[in-house]
């Protein structure tokens, strides 16, 4: 079975930059495997990026230009870098297996496993 840790969150100032960690044990996945989502208090979870089998990164409008998804297969992670944090970022982010892409919008299926979550905070 899957097991997925994250990693990386941390408070940061507006305008700073995180690099999430999403490692994977038990299983050998592939980057179209996993996805990131987050979500803030009180809000509903939100897909935020994750790699669509024909290669295409997908990200939410939210985060375009400023979130990079990539891949290390040798390490079995996945990271999210997070550039130009907005207090609007301020969440629980998580990552989970069998994300699916639905139109440009990353969701979880009834087959994701997912990590604990990582709290990013964006405040001054």
């Known amino acids: 079975q899957v097991q997925l840790v994250e990693s990386g969150g941390d408070l940061v100032q507006p305008g700073g930059s995180l690099r999430l960690s999403c490692a994977a044990s038990g299983s050998s996945l592939n980057l179209y495997d996993i996805g990131w989502f987050r979500q803030a208090a009180g809000k509903e979870r939100e897909g935020v990026s994750c790699?669509?089998?024909?290669?295409?990164?997908i990200y939410a409008d939210s985060v375009k230009g400023r979130f990079t998804i990539s891949w290390d297969e040798a390490k079995n992670t996945m990271y999210l870098q997070m550039n130009s944090l907005k207090p609007d970022d301020t969440a629980v982010y998580s990552c989970?297996?069998?994300?699916?892409?639905?139109?440009?919008?990353?969701?979880?299926?009834?087959?994701?496993?997912w990590g604990q979550g990582t709290q990013v905070t964006v405040s001054s």
């Open positions: 989970a297996t069998a994300s699916l892409v639905l139109g440009s919008t990353c969701v979880p299926s009834d087959l994701s496993s």
């Open positions: 790699v669509a089998s024909d290669g295409r990164e």
